[in-house]
């Protein structure tokens, strides 16, 4: 047992952990895109992808196969540094970000042993921050294509985050506060009993809305607007440079559906599970709590995935009213009560 | 001291791969896919007719006046980032909290005027 916990905290097991989760995100990546076509095609009483591989799931295999045999164009007025650059900032953005979530755990011995690549005091403020880091290179794209559609698309989208990033912060701090750490395992830890969605239900609207609008999903794809603006920003991209920038948009999703089943549907805790009592049968601690976090992850995805086709899109000055009048004010208010709620539970 | 930089080798040896991996895929691009030769292939897209101009254009000058609130706001926000570890179980928990209120209170008062003044608009 001292082996393991040896392991376990050597930082090159970590990385080969992180290793694996780059590979796992893309995997994740593919059965979003999948899952995007055929709830698509149900919702609009279509059948949705199924030529390729059972149900069609091997669909995004042939897509890649194409995308990677076709010529790769940069545009003659493109500004060629950040054309080339953008799509690798995006990845990057999002790959930075997988470094410091949780993908499962494992419990053994009443000890729960998070699957994470990068364990931090303060992961939270670092995923924030390099989720971030994807909206530039969303300008970098934009502006490097030199593009009349792209940086409508750019402009829309900078005033968007503009909007949501404050009550998506403010959210995200009073659960920071509520659970009195910015480590994303201890906030897991400490919603054993009861999730956060119960305690601070505003702060979960708040935080669903402003990830969906930072993951881009619509009602919030004002960036890309196929109705109005082409492609928006990826207007010049082709090839295996769209692919990329396309495919990191989908992984963003995945891992917005972990941060918000981790920070507000209690992780990997079940309500009236018990460590303890798996402990009589060390396989289901195995099992069970990756189970459980991957399971929430995918209701919460397939339920963004759905939201496409319930809501009509908004116009780019409701989306900035929603932001500065509703969310921004809303959030305080949750702030207010979070304070509130813990002077009077704590100290 | 060790315990933190343990935590920072998964996250730089993850960046490391992402710098790496977009240029594996694009060398393989270039491998496998065809050329064609064509001038207008590497034009502008612009629904079809002749590009004219360029596109990086002067925007509007709320826009950069927006921006600008939202910096306040943003750098507002960070610095709750710290209190919010040492809201339980620290003297300075009390006192820390009242300032922060107040600083909440100064900035709500700043959101009002923004929102009087029309600032929050995207056109006016």
Same mark, same amino acid.
């Given at each position: 047992?001292?082996?393991?916990?040896?392991?376990?905290?050597?930082?090159?097991?970590?990385?080969?952990?992180?290793?694996?989760?780059?590979?796992?995100?893309?995997?994740?990546?593919?059965?979003?895109?999948?899952?995007?076509?055929?709830?698509?095609?149900?919702?609009?009483?279509?059948?949705?992808?199924?030529?390729?591989?059972?149900?069609?799931?091997?669909?995004?295999?042939?897509?890649?196969?194409?995308?990677?045999?076709?010529?790769?164009?940069?545009?003659?007025?493109?500004?060629?540094?950040?054309?080339?650059?953008?799509?690798? &900032?995006? *990845?990057?953005?999002?790959?930075?970000?997988?470094?410091?979530?949780?993908?499962?755990? &494992?419990?053994?011995?009443?000890?729960?042993?998070?699957?994470?690549?990068?364990?931090?005091?303060?992961?939270?403020?670092?995923?924030?921050?390099?989720?971030?880091?994807?909206?530039?290179?969303?300008?970098?794209?934009?502006?490097?294509?030199?593009?009349?559609?792209?940086?409508?698309?750019?402009?829309?989208?900078?005033?968007?985050?503009?909007?949501? !990033?404050?009550?998506?912060?403010?959210? &995200?701090?009073?659960?920071?506060?509520?659970?009195?750490?910015?480590?994303?395992? !201890?906030?897991?830890?400490?919603?054993?009993?009861?999730?956060?969605?119960?305690?601070?239900?505003?702060?979960?609207?708040?935080?669903?809305?402003?990830?969906?609008?930072?993951?881009?999903?619509?009602?919030?794809?004002?960036?890309?607007?196929?109705?109005? *603006? &082409?492609?928006?920003?990826?207007?010049?991209?082709?090839?295996?440079?769209?692919?990329?920038?396309?495919?990191?948009?989908?992984?963003?999703?995945?891992?917005?559906?972990?941060?918000?089943? *981790?920070?507000?549907?209690?992780?990997?805790?079940?309500?009236?599970?018990?460590?303890?009592?798996?402990?009589?049968?060390?396989?289901?601690?195995?099992?069970?709590?990756?189970?459980?976090?991957?399971?929430?992850?995918?209701?919460?995805?397939?339920?963004?995935?759905?939201?496409?086709?319930?809501?009509?899109?908004?116009?780019?000055?409701?989306?900035?009213?929603?932001?500065?009048?509703?969310?921004?004010?809303?959030?305080?208010?949750?702030?207010?009560?979070?304070?509130?709620?813990?002077?009077?539970?704590?100290? | 001291?060790?315990?933190?930089?343990?935590?920072?080798?998964?996250?730089?040896?993850?960046?490391?791969?992402?710098?790496?991996?977009?240029?594996?895929?694009?060398?393989?691009?270039?491998?496998?896919?065809?050329?064609?030769?064509?001038?207008?292939?590497?034009?502008?897209?612009?629904?079809?007719?002749?590009?004219?101009?360029?596109?990086?254009?002067?925007?509007?000058?709320?826009?950069?006046?927006?921006?600008?609130?939202?910096?306040?706001?943003?750098?507002?926000?960070?610095?709750?980032?710290?209190?919010?570890?040492?809201?339980?179980?620290?003297?300075?928990?009390?006192?820390? #909290?009242?300032?922060?209120?107040?600083?909440? #209170?100064?900035?709500?008062?700043?959101?009002?005027?923004?929102?009087?003044?029309?600032?929050?608009?995207?056109?006016?």
């Amino acid at each position: 047992m001292v082996d393991f916990v040896e392991i376990y905290n050597n930082p090159w097991f970590r990385s080969l952990i992180g290793l694996v989760f780059v590979g796992l995100i893309f995997l994740f990546g593919m059965i979003a895109v999948w899952m995007e076509r055929k709830i698509a095609g149900d919702i609009q009483h279509r059948i949705g992808p199924n030529r390729v591989g059972k149900f069609g799931v091997l669909q995004l295999v042939a897509d890649a196969i194409k995308l990677f045999t076709k010529e790769d164009i940069i545009p003659i007025k493109a500004d060629r540094v950040l054309f080339v650059a953008a799509p690798m &900032v995006m *990845l990057g953005s999002v790959f930075l970000m997988l470094a410091a979530i949780p993908f499962g755990a &494992v419990v053994i011995n009443d000890t729960v042993y998070p699957i994470v690549a990068a364990e931090m005091d303060i992961s939270l403020l670092y995923i924030q921050a390099m989720s971030s880091i994807s909206l530039v290179g969303i300008f970098m794209a934009a502006y490097g294509s030199n593009n009349k559609y792209s940086l409508i698309g750019a402009f829309r989208n900078f005033a968007r985050m503009v909007g949501y !990033e404050v009550p998506l912060i403010i959210s &995200v701090i009073s659960v920071a506060i509520m659970a009195n750490s910015l480590d994303i395992i !201890e906030i897991v830890k400490i919603q054993d009993p009861i999730w956060y969605i119960v305690l601070q239900p505003i702060g979960f609207i708040v935080f669903f809305v402003a990830s969906m609008s930072e993951m881009g999903r619509l009602p919030f794809d004002q960036t890309e607007a196929e109705e109005e *603006l &082409v492609a928006g920003w990826v207007t010049e991209y082709s090839g295996m440079r769209f692919g990329l920038g396309f495919f990191a948009e989908y992984m963003h999703v995945v891992l917005g559906s972990f941060l918000i089943s *981790l920070l507000f549907l209690g992780g990997w805790n079940i309500p009236g599970f018990i460590p303890g009592a798996l402990t009589a049968n060390p396989v289901l601690g195995f099992i069970v709590p990756t189970a459980v976090l991957l399971g929430k992850a995918a209701v919460v995805m397939i339920f963004i995935l759905m939201f496409r086709w319930a809501v009509p899109r908004f116009r780019i000055d409701q989306v900035v009213d929603l932001s500065w009048k509703k969310l921004f004010p809303l959030s305080v208010l949750n702030l207010v009560w979070v304070i509130a709620f813990t002077l009077y539970m704590g100290v | 001291m060790a315990g933190i930089i343990d935590s920072y080798i998964p996250v730089a040896i993850i960046l490391v791969v992402a710098i790496i991996m977009p240029f594996i895929t694009m060398f393989i691009v270039n491998v496998l896919s065809p050329r064609s030769s064509g001038e207008t292939k590497f034009d502008t897209y612009e629904s079809g007719s002749d590009p004219t101009g360029e596109a990086r254009i002067q925007f509007k000058v709320e826009y950069y006046l927006y921006a600008i609130s939202f910096v306040i706001f943003d750098v507002a926000v960070l610095f709750m980032f710290p209190w919010s570890v040492v809201f339980v179980g620290y003297d300075i928990a009390a006192l820390l #909290t009242i300032e922060l209120l107040i600083f909440i #209170t100064v900035l709500l008062f700043g959101f009002v005027y923004l929102w009087k003044k029309e600032g929050l608009q995207w056109e006016k």
